[in-house]
Structure formats: C-alpha cells, structure tokens
C-alpha cells in the first residue's frame, strides 16, 4: 500500500459495517506505520496497526504522551484535562492521581462484589422473555450502572440520563444521539449536561461524605501536596463513566452479535470451565475502544518510520488484536485462547484502571447469560454505532432459547 493512498480511518461512516478488518491486514502488512493527511480542518496523524508497534506506542509515555489528546477528535486542540485526568496525565504526576483510585478498585475489592453484580444481573435478565426477541442493547445499558453505580454513589434513577449523556459523548455522529445542529453540538451539550451533573456530585459528597466511594477517594487526594480541584475530581469520574459504558455496555452486545446463530454461543455456553478465557477472548474480539492517540515528545523512529516532535499517532487497538504475528488464527473466537495479551485495556501506565472491575461484571454477566439461556440467535438487522472510537451496537434484536 502507497503512503500516499487515502485509507483515512478517522471516518465515522467506515464503520457503520463493522471493523475495516481488510484495511488494517494490508497496513499491517505493507505499512504499519502509516501518514494520513490532514483535510484542512485537522491535522494528519499516523497510524499504526501492529501488535508490537501498538505495544510500544501505549508503554512509552516519555516518548508518546498522552497530555495532548487521546482520541482522533482532539487533533489540533489542546486537551483540557491534562494534567488532571487519568488518562490525559503522564507519570509521575499520573502515578500519584491513579494510585488511590486503583486502592479501591483491586482483584480482592472486587471478588467481594461478584456475588451481588450476579444477583442483580439474574434479576436483570429476568425480566427479559425467553422465545421473544427483545433488545439485548437494553439489558446491556445496566451493566455500567451495576459497576459503578455504589462506587460512584450515584442513585439509580440518575442512569438512564448519563448513559444517553455518555453515548452522545462516545458517538456524537451516530443518528440516535445526534442533535439538530450536528455533532459539535451534540459534544458540547452533552459535556456540559454531564460535568454540571458531576460537579453537584461532588459538591453533595463535600457536604456528606460517602466514605469507601470513589469520589470521596479524590476529593482526599493531595499530588504535588495539593488537593485535587472539583475539576480534577469530575474529569476523572467521567472518565471512569466512559470506560465503563465503553466496556461493559459493549463487550456483551459485539460478541454476541458475532456468536448468535453460528454455533459459536452455544459452544461456549456449554463449556463453563471456559468463561474466564472466554470473556477475555471476548475483550479481544470486541475491543470497545478502537484506537488511542498519543503526541509525539521528540523525533522517534517506529519501525523504521521517522515520526517528529509533535505528530500525532494513532494506535489501532483492534488491529493489534487481530495481529496474524502475535494471534494465532485471529480470526476465528475462541473462548479456550491461550495465552491472550490482547490490548484492548491499553498497556503501560495508562493501563485501564477498571480492567479488574471489568472483568467481574463480564464474568457475571456471561454466566447469567448462560445460565439462562441455551444459545441466542439474531432477529432483526444488527445496527452499528456511527463512531471512529467506540465499536459500538446500538441495536441488536435477538431470541433467546430457554436451557
């Protein structure tokens, strides 16, 4: 492939079919480091599609900084939320923002929650009728709820509104979320909405404090001796928010849509033993999070690509994942996948800080599925998500076979 072929990948519309799983094969083959031009309204950016050259990109934050923007909508603007968010800090400071936020979210705090995240999505699916289609997309849209709502402290009937909030966020091209005067209004109301919401949290938590809560975590957080502003606090709720709408709301919708009616549920769903290997084949397969962007600190050599100070690159999380060099057989899902160092929770510091959080819930949330029922097969057409970073379904019609 010519650097000078038009394979833009910032394209929302590309994706309204699924993964451009042929366009990232041939750049992993013949230019895993590839330069897409600006179109006169933002800058070009580099893309890589390699498992190691993604690896590299997400370990070395002294080389690719994450402080100017992490997704293909910040290029050319500057990221207002460096230095104070998670994701948009890089260490040390980011070191001690993380530290008491991933306290709260360890293996053993979160095995001590799997047996309520079960017996809410039991109750959950439920209500859900076997032999009838129904839309799995509306039993999926509680799992972040489950996960962070007590965490968080935010009142279930809050939900339905920041889950829209978030969609709008994660998908502002996408025809359900979009508002009449385009996507640029569609962002701009939603963060508007969504901090204003966060910052009446945060203040309701000042004047009665919630102790074990994620918010009370930040809000007794000092880095560099300070503590952290309201600011600080609601960006890094909101990005804890769009993780697990990203994740838990979408892992589930992507694998099923691909294993209903293939013999694919079924075959896993009879092999309990499987579940862990599963969900995390599922992680891969689905990868919720199709690319993170990172700035370049100083000219850098990638695969033998020069890249200068500045450039933004682009790492294709789901082309790493589906890498024939580090994958065998990437096409195929296969819930006994081991070993399986998929990317799609990033790597290096920036690793995401819900992963084991994650985990739990899918775990749960398959075993009930499973439990439930026998296999799933798809009953009306599958509609995708309209976005360059969230690989997203927004509607899926299946029917479920009672076991």
Not at 47 to 58: F, G, I, K, N, P
Not at 238 to 253: I, K, W
Not at 286 to 296: D, F, S, V
Request: charged share 25%.
């Amino acid at each position: 492939m010519s650097a000078t072929i038009d394979v833009d990948l910032s394209d929302p519309a590309r994706y309204l079919r699924g993964e451009p799983h042929d366009v990232w094969r041939v750049l992993r083959e013949q230019a895993p480091v590839h330069w897409q031009a600006g179109d006169g309204r933002q800058p070009g950016y580099w893309s890589v599609t390699t498992y190691r050259a993604v690896e590299r990109v997400l370990k070395d934050p002294a080389v690719f900084s994450s402080e100017g923007g992490t997704i293909l909508g910040m290029r050319g603007r500057p990221e207002p939320a460096a230095g104070h968010q998670f994701v948009t800090t890089d260490p040390p400071r980011h070191t001690e923002l993380r530290r008491p936020v991933q306290q709260l979210l360890t293996n053993a705090m979160i095995g001590g929650r799997g047996d309520g995240y079960r017996q809410e999505i039991d109750r959950l699916l439920r209500t859900m009728p076997a032999g009838v289609p129904f839309d799995l997309t509306t039993v999926t849209a509680h799992l972040p709820r489950i996960a962070l709502g007590p965490l968080l402290g935010i009142p279930e009937a809050d939900w339905p509104r920041l889950e829209r909030l978030m969609c709008m966020v994660k998908a502002e091209t996408e025809p359900e979320y979009m508002l009449p005067g385009g996507p640029q209004a569609t962002l701009d109301r939603a963060h508007r909405e969504l901090f204003a919401y966060l910052l009446d949290l945060v203040a309701r938590q000042r004047r009665d404090p919630q102790p074990g809560t994620l918010v009370a975590a930040l809000l007794g957080l000092a880095v560099g001796g300070r503590p952290l502003g309201a600011g600080a606090v609601v960006a890094n709720c909101y990005d804890l928010l769009s993780g697990a709408v990203a994740v838990l709301g979408e892992v589930p919708n992507v694998t099923i849509a691909h294993l209903a009616g293939n013999g694919g549920y079924a075959a896993w769903a009879g092999r309990p033993e499987l579940l862990r290997s599963g969900v995390e084949e599922a992680l891969r397969w689905a990868c919720p999070a199709r690319h993170l962007m990172r700035r370049a600190t100083e000219p850098v050599s990638l695969e033998g690509v020069r890249i200068d100070a500045g450039d933004a690159v682009v790492a294709w999380l789901g082309s790493a994942n589906r890498d024939e060099n580090r994958f065998a057989r990437p096409d195929v899902f296969d819930p006994a996948r081991s070993p399986n160092r998929h990317l799609s929770f990033g790597a290096g510091p920036h690793t995401c800080i819900g992963a084991a959080l994650a985990r739990a819930v899918l775990q749960a949330f398959f075993a009930a599925l499973f439990d439930r029922f026998a296999d799933v097969q798809i009953s009306d057409e599958v509609r995708r998500v309209r976005s360059n970073w969230l690989a997203g379904i927004s509607k899926l019609v299946v029917r479920g076979t009672p076991r």
